[in-house]
């Protein structure tokens, strides 16, 4: 309990997503499902009166990576953002909510790459959802999780 209430004072607190607005609202004792705000502010809305899209790309981008470091901690694993693409569906005229999820599938699937290979490519979606339930945004995030410690079997040294 106390970790996770560190973990949300730290990245409530940290510039770039303090000054975006960007609030973590909720961690799910597993680490699987992270639940955060985007508050629409003068601080961060364009001349249509809309959230910028860079604001809404910072709320996508950090929390995946961190649940798969939470969630395989105990591995030690390299965890961090490869890639992202993000689909603007229509202006976030209004705050907007993201509900990040990790299946167990996901994890699953994981443990069996790094058994076998040492490393791991995964995708995950999430969506931006404003006041009205409508969809501003879809992101998926491309993760790349890494045993520093892994050593293949398969190789064989001359």
Known sequence: MLRRFFLKLT?????????????????????KQ???????????????????GGSIFSACDPFFP??????????????????AEIQYLSPAKSTLTLNFKISENNIEEIRL?????????IKNKVMAIDKNKNACAEAEI?????????????????
């Open 66 to 83: 961190i649940m798969y470091y939470h969630i395989f901690r105990k591995k030690k694993l390299i965890v961090w953002t490869k890639s």
């Open 11 to 31: 990245l409530n607190i940290f510039p770039p997503l303090f000054f975006n607005r960007i609030y973590l609202k909720n961690i799910s004792p597993d680490y």
């Open 113 to 121: 790459a790094i058994k076998k290979y040492g490393k791991c490519e």
């Open 34 to 52: 992270m639940n955060v705000v985007l508050k629409k502010s003068f601080t961060n809305i364009n001349y249509y009166k809309s959230i910028f």
């Open 142 to 158: 491309t993760v790349y999780l890494r045993d520093p410690n892994f050593i293949d079997q398969n190789s064989s040294i001359s």
